[in-house]
């Protein structure tokens, strides 16, 4: 299921959703003038973060990434002049994806993928 979140509503419902998805898997892709580019894959997301104020504003911030035994891996992605967010959500209600559009067109991705399995 597809659902557009209203401005007035990202700042509570990314709180929510950096605590519910705290350290799930994700690929993060942006799609713009040149083209589709995969940014990060299999990252832990570590939160969604957005400021309705100040220059380039409304910015969202996504911070991915986390120390494990082998390596300290992260990203911190910024979006600019963000007017549209939407999520996809599965039957299960987990979200699968949420789709960021900014004002020059610019979409970023952000989808969920499976965990690996870790085996002994």
Known sequence: MSDTIEVTN??????DFS?????????LETFG???????????PLAGIYVELAGENAP??????????AKEIDY???????VNTIMTLSGSDNL????????AD????????????????
């Not at 003038?33 to 990252?43: F, I, T, W, Y």
């Not at 910015?59 to 494990?68: A, F, H, N, P």
């Not at 067109?105 to 002994?120: H, I, N, P």
């Open 105 to 120: 067109g610019t979409k970023t991705l952000l989808s969920f993928e499976r965990a690996e399995v870790q085996t002994a």
């Open 75 to 81: 990203l911190t992605h910024t979006i600019l002049n």
């Open 33 to 43: 003038e040149l083209g589709a580019l995969e940014q990060v894959k299999k990252l």
């Open 59 to 68: 910015r969202v911030e996504i911070l991915l990434g986390g120390i494990s």
């Open 95 to 102: 979200e699968r994806a949420v789709e960021f559009v900014s």
């Open 10 to 15: 990202w700042t509570n419902y990314f709180k």
């Open 19 to 27: 605590v519910k998805n705290f350290k799930r898997p994700v690929k």
